[in-house]
């Protein structure tokens, strides 16, 4: 394996020591395109209340004159995995960003474990919160295992190589997105699946005890998004890991999550267990939509069997809305 740590910095693909984080189009584009690579991400410093999750206080965020979430207080669980669902342009990915210190509060305060995340120094949030954005842009003619090592420039100092244990956690990053045969393949050569995998063990790779991630299973065919929703679920479970993602497919939501978010128009319309917020009140507010529910007898989770857009022949109901949940019903 190569000596990442110097090539890297060489080349500029150096992680940003004030780790602002992964640059792509997430959430209305404000976040830029073209960028550093590694995830930053949000934590706490010292004195932090251990297992308080991430805490909203009267939060308002938005770009440069458009404001999308207004006065939000919210608290994301410690050790639990948080699903936010929503339509197009709710502000589910600004309120992702704000969490990751991606977006500065216009006002209010963001603690991660009981510390301000924008009075937090940068190396430590990365140590504390790997982030994956919706479009991350990589510098040209990076392989996959190149990528993944990013994962590790957190953890090093300086110009510092990585060491034994750095080339280990590659390798086992690597191995669990099912990625070691594609370990030197450029990552212009990769299908979206595969690409998107990469990204996810790159994010793996930081080992930090929280994951925040926009759209993940993005690009992914039925059998890959469970794999990594699997994934991202045995992260939690055996490691106690706080996942918060961005999920459109809804019986996917359902089914990861034990906390859930519902948004509409920059606020938060019904959160707590899927059960609570997967309703058929809920969700007509959220998606204006009309839909069949009824429980997986596997798990208890809800399961959407059919929907219908408020307004449409087969459906009485408000015309108002043009945003569906994306990806099969069925998944």
Not at 32 to 61: C, H, M, Q, Y
Not at 234 to 254: D, Q, Y
Request: charged letters at 20%; aromatic letters at 4%; one cysteine or more.
């Amino acid at each position: 394996m190569r000596d990442y740590g110097l090539r890297g910095s060489r080349n500029g693909r150096r992680h940003d020591p004030e780790g602002d984080g992964l640059h792509g189009g997430a959430g209305g584009g404000a976040a830029g395109g073209g960028g550093t690579v590694v995830g930053s991400g949000t934590t706490t410093g010292s004195g932090a209340t251990a297992g308080s999750g991430i805490v909203l206080r009267n939060v308002s965020l938005g770009y440069e004159q458009c404001r999308v979430i207004a006065d939000m207080s919210l608290t994301v669980p410690a050790h639990r995995v948080t699903v936010i669902i929503g339509a197009n342009g709710c502000g589910k990915s600004t309120l992702l960003k704000g969490m990751a210190r991606i977006l500065r509060p216009e006002e209010g305060v963001i603690e991660l474990e009981g510390a301000d995340v924008h009075r937090t120094p940068s190396r430590t949030m990365a140590h504390r919160m790997a982030v994956l954005p919706q479009n991350p842009v990589a510098p040209s003619g990076l392989t996959v295992e190149e990528l993944v090592a990013y994962g590790r420039f957190p953890h090093k100092t300086g110009f510092g190589n990585l060491d034994a244990q750095d080339y280990r956690i590659i390798e086992e990053s690597l191995a669990t997105c099912a990625l070691t045969e594609f370990a030197a393949t450029p990552l212009e050569e990769l299908s979206g699946g595969q690409r998107q995998r990469a990204w996810i063990a790159m994010t793996i790779c930081q080992r930090t005890p929280y994951l925040l991630l926009d759209e993940p299973t993005t690009y992914l065919d039925l059998a890959h998004q469970l794999d990594v929703l699997d994934l991202l679920t045995r992260l939690n479970r055996k490691e106690g890991r706080t996942v918060v993602m961005v999920l459109h497919e809804l019986n996917n939501a359902a089914r990861v999550a034990d906390h859930m978010i519902g948004m509409k128009e920059g606020a938060v319309v019904a959160e707590g267990d899927p059960c609570e917020v997967v309703t058929n009140a809920n969700l007509r507010t959220i998606f204006q939509i009309d839909a069949r529910i009824e429980h997986d007898d596997r798990n208890g989770k809800p399961l959407l069997l059919a929907y219908e857009k408020l307004g449409s022949a087969d459906c009485a109901g408000d015309e108002d809305g043009d945003a569906l949940p994306l990806g099969p019903v069925g998944a």
